[in-house]
């Protein structure tokens, strides 16, 4: 049986929701063990001037604590 957890991360990028992404799972990969997935349960961007300066993303992460 296999145990597992949620947790929040919020990550941004000047580039795109992608990369927010990708940024917020790797970083959740340095902390956590046995991370297994991910879900974005909300996107943001940061409007400057009419322009998107930034891309926000909230992800749920669920990593395994015992098998």
Known sequence: MSVAKVTEVISSSTISFDDAIKQGVERANKTLKN?????VE????VVNDGQIVEYRVNL????????
């Not at 749920?60 to 098998?67: G, N, S």
């Open 60 to 67: 749920k992460i669920t990593f395994v604590l015992a098998d």
């Open 42 to 45: 909300q996107q943001k961007v």
């Open 35 to 39: 991370v297994k997935g991910a879900w």
